[in-house]
């Protein structure tokens, strides 16, 4: 009986926009992949820019229902908004570094093809799993507006406007009535983002919990929190004006008097994968400019 050959396994390739000199590397990582055997394909708003007609083109749908891995190239915020739109297909995402941050586009551009041969080729490969939050706005009983965060979900006042008071409860459990600026409600993933420039607490990837951060509180015994990432959260709003709810800085919607933001874990989770040897606290040190020793000479004990 004849040997059926094994379907050809498809890469997607994200490709953050504008970014200057991003078409050598793209063109050598696509050679690359096609002479290792993988169809590849672009992202459809990535091939608009790119302008590499010979390269296929799939929508995100199309990506999630046919592709094998996606590898994207670009800054955290690339990350971010592929993640969102990939989250309910189960897809891997392999991050390439043509940012700034990098805190979860993890590989340099520069090491690109020997850290894919690792984890395409070679299954020297760590797997990681990030949680996302869902969120719904109900105004009068009705739900007016839905989405998912993979940082965070953030109630914030306009500009020139004053202080919003905001009446949080968790798990039907009355928190506290806050007056603020606004809050920052954030996944592990999210404590390295907005959450930490306003006083949060940096959360391991692997911890199961959500982060609620005041933004600049009236009362400065408001702190950051940790609740179990089972929790369903509401956040009212009580008083204020020009206020608004984002989601990941990418999506958001106005809000109005009453209106209860409703916050819980999706059910969806994001699967990254690194290289062998891919540490999240050397993320951290790089990343945050943490002090430290190359050798055992200076520290301490």
């Known amino acids: 009986m004849p040997v059926t050959p094994e379907p050809q396994q498809i890469i997607a390739l994200v490709v953050r926009q504008n970014t200057p000199g991003i078409d050598e590397p793209v063109k050598r990582l696509v050679d690359y992949l096609e002479a290792s055997g993988y169809r590849v394909v672009f992202e459809a708003d990535t091939a608009a820019h790119l302008g590499m007609a010979e390269v296929e083109a799939m929508s995100v749908a199309e990506i999630g229902e046919r592709a094998d891995y996606a590898v994207v190239m670009g800054g955290d915020g690339t990350m971010l908004g592929i993640a969102r739109q990939l989250a309910r297909y189960d897809i891997p995402l392999i991050g390439i570094n043509s940012g700034r941050l990098g805190f979860i586009t993890d590989i340099p551009i520069d090491r690109m093809v020997p850290a894919l041969d690792e984890i395409l080729k070679g299954g020297q490969v760590q797997a990681e799993e990030r949680t996302l939050l869902a969120a719904r706005v109900v105004r009068d009983g009705a739900e007016i507006y839905c989405s998912v965060a993979f940082n965070d979900v953030v109630v914030a006042r306009g ?22 600026d606004g809050l920052i409600v954030s996944t592990p993933t999210g404590s390295t983002a907005y959450a930490l420039s306003a006083g949060g607490p940096l959360l391991h990837p692997r911890l ?54 409703v916050i819980s874990r999706s059910p969806h989770t994001i699967t990254f994968l690194h290289p062998c040897g891919w540490s999240y606290y050397h993320t951290l040190r790089e990343k945050l400019h943490w002090n430290e020793y190359p050798t055992n000479e200076g520290k301490l004990g």
Do not use: C, K, W
Not at 159 to 177: I, Q, S
């Open 208 to 261: 199961q919990g959500v982060t609620l951060v005041p933004i600049a509180p009236h009362a400065l015994s408001n702190r950051p929190i940790v609740v179990p990432e089972e929790s369903e959260i509401v956040v009212e709003l009580v008083a204020g004006r020009d206020i608004s709810v984002n989601f990941d800085m990418q999506t958001f919607t106005s809000l109005q008097l009453g209106d209860r933001i």
């Open 159 to 180: 500009t020139g406007a004053g202080m919003v008071e905001l009446r949080v409860t968790v798990d039907g459990e009355f928190m506290y009535n806050q007056r603020s």
